[in-house]
């Protein structure tokens, strides 16, 4: 349960340049305390531990019963599997649950939730805070990781002042925040996905071919055992039905069947006429994806799919 801390209460951080750690510590707690005003400042007085305030990202200890949270001094605490954690990842680690709790996450949920954020979102940032991790490994897309992007945010350096600064984190605040929240909705949306996609499978009793009732996202669901033999999934959309394949792994686009080379790039009457299946509207030319008007087009198409599979050597 949150913890219950006096009025008025203040989120202290340090007070200059921001960085994703901060930032997103600083989401996570204004969601909970949404009274709480934060108080940026590096001033000793404001880093002391006190009834009135939680402490984050300095003041070089971690001690969650004086609600303080920094990661900068010798002997900081690390995950079981030595990774470091940022104040981020300390504060996710204290008040996570809490935060899922009043985002609505369902409670039979919020263990797997918690678990899942930590990996996919809370350790990155904390790597990359405490230098563990390069975002220099992401290639071209080293520019577009969430820590730097959210440090693009502060102001140039010939427009840097304290006004400035504090606009700018307000800002930067926001906008993390509405990714973090977004990211919680996607891993709780999986999980209810991961149920859909369980009982698909029941029913599909080792068939090649998944039927889902919508487009759930079913990839993730399908790299457990009991997936494994499924090669191609169909669901309704809009008013056609789509045929897709299933990925080998789930780092990688490559799929354990693509669809039939003569099919790729067509559609209308072209596509109907190379698979013979009245109904078929589109294949895309990279072979993952087709539409049909129809159920029983998309499934004509499926059983096609899967034989061309068994004829390529």
Not at 42 to 60: K, L, N, S
Not at 135 to 164: M, Y
């Amino acid at each position: 349960m949150t913890d219950t801390l006096p009025a008025p209460l203040w989120l202290v951080t340090h007070s200059g340049g921001f960085h994703a750690d901060d930032v997103l510590s600083t989401a996570v707690l204004q969601r909970l305390f949404p009274q709480a005003r934060v108080m940026r400042s590096r001033d000793p007085a404001w880093i002391t531990p006190a009834p009135d305030r939680i402490i984050y990202d300095e003041g070089r200890l971690f001690d969650p019963a004086s609600r303080i949270f920094d990661h900068h001094q010798r002997g900081a605490p690390l995950r079981a599997g030595g990774q470091p954690y940022s104040s981020f990842g300390l504060i996710w680690r204290h008040y996570g649950h809490d935060y899922l709790a009043q985002l609505g996450v369902r409670p039979g949920d919020a263990d797997a939730v918690h678990a899942a954020m930590d990996a996919r979102f809370v350790l990155p940032v904390d790597l990359m805070d405490n230098g563990a991790l390069d975002p220099g490994s992401a290639g071209v897309l080293a520019d577009l990781t969430l820590p730097v992007l959210i440090e693009s945010l502060k102001p140039p350096f010939d427009a840097r002042n304290q006004q400035a600064d504090a606009a700018a984190f307000e800002r930067a605040v926001g906008i993390a925040a509405a990714i973090l929240e977004s990211a919680v909705a996607h891993a709780a949306a999986d999980r209810r996905a991961a149920g859909i996609v369980a009982r698909a499978l029941a029913a599909a009793e080792g068939e090649r071919v998944l039927e889902l009732p919508s487009a759930v996202p079913f990839q993730e669901a399908l790299m457990a055992p009991e997936g494994a033999y499924v090669l191609f999934a169909i669901y309704p959309r809009g008013d056609g039905w789509v045929l897709t394949g299933v990925r080998r792994t789930p780092d990688t686009f490559a799929l354990r069947a693509d669809l039939p080379a003569a099919w790729a790039g067509l559609s209308g009457a072209a596509l109907e006429a190379a698979t013979g299946v009245p109904g078929a509207r589109f294949c895309h030319r990279g072979r993952f994806l087709a539409v049909a008007d129809s159920r029983e087009a998309v499934l004509r198409l499926a059983a096609l799919a899967v034989a061309n599979r068994a004829a390529v050597p």
